[in-house]
């Protein structure tokens, strides 16, 4: 499915709707790019906004460091994660999307990005939320060799290819 970021938008409380109007009837939300708050006002207009035009939604993590050194620094990673999934449940949308930093080593990181899926998994299940990992354009978490291994082991861990990335590490030259 093609669809538009948040991201794209103008800032302001008529963001989603100013991307409706365009005719996207698929938004990727990723509250970094919009004024958006999580509280029970923003998710009753977003679920009225999204039913209005007709629209799916999903959500883009703002997450940009999880599994953090700092272990403050790492809840505080972790428990954003589980926000947005919450909130991707009260409106409707079925889709959290992620990424894994770059510091993490697949190979190295091993024990601790399993302890790290089984927990966010979980946690996803019981909202009926699917994650998704998401590539990255250059180095660690850009090529299917950093994927593969845990979308076999984790059955519900699906992979989602960001196009604009992936142009940009084919011609980093990766």
Same mark, same amino acid.
């Given at each position: 499915?093609?669809?538009?970021?948040?991201?794209?938008?103008?800032?302001?409380?008529?963001?989603l709707e100013s991307l409706l109007k365009e005719k996207f009837k698929?938004?990727?939300?990723?509250?970094?790019?919009?004024?958006?708050?999580?509280?029970?006002?923003?998710?009753?207009?977003?679920?009225?906004?999204?039913?209005?035009?007709?629209?799916?939604?999903?959500?883009?993590?703002?997450?940009?460091?999880l599994l953090h050194k700092n272990r403050i620094i790492d809840q505080?990673?972790?428990?954003?994660?589980?926000?947005?999934?919450?909130?991707?449940?009260?409106?409707?949308?079925?889709?959290?999307?992620?990424?894994?930093?770059?510091? *993490?080593?697949?190979?190295? !990181?091993? =024990?601790?990005?399993?302890?790290?899926?089984?927990?966010? &998994?979980?946690?996803? /299940? %019981? @909202?009926?939320?699917? *994650?998704?990992?998401?590539? !990255?354009? =250059?180095?660690?978490?850009?090529?299917?060799?950093?994927? &593969?291994?845990?979308? /076999? %082991? @984790?059955?519900?861990?699906?992979?989602?290819i960001d196009i604009g990335h992936l142009n940009r590490s084919t011609?980093?030259?990766?």
């Open positions: 499915m093609i669809g538009i970021s948040s991201k794209n938008c103008q800032v302001g409380d008529l963001w698929f938004i990727e939300i990723n509250h970094r790019w919009t004024s958006m708050a999580y509280n029970d006002k923003n998710i009753k207009n977003i679920k009225k906004t999204l039913k209005k035009y007709s629209a799916i939604a999903t959500i883009h993590s703002g997450t940009s460091d505080q990673q972790r428990l954003l994660l589980k926000t947005e999934i919450i909130f991707a449940a009260k409106i409707k949308a079925k889709i959290v999307s992620f990424h894994l930093p770059k510091h *993490l080593d697949h190979k190295k !990181d091993k =024990n601790k990005i399993n302890n790290f899926f089984k927990e966010i &998994l979980a946690f996803a /299940k %019981k @909202y009926k939320i699917q *994650l998704l990992i998401e590539n !990255d354009s =250059n180095g660690p978490w850009s090529t299917a060799e950093d994927f &593969l291994p845990y979308l /076999k %082991k @984790y059955k519900s861990l699906k992979f989602l011609k980093a030259g990766i």
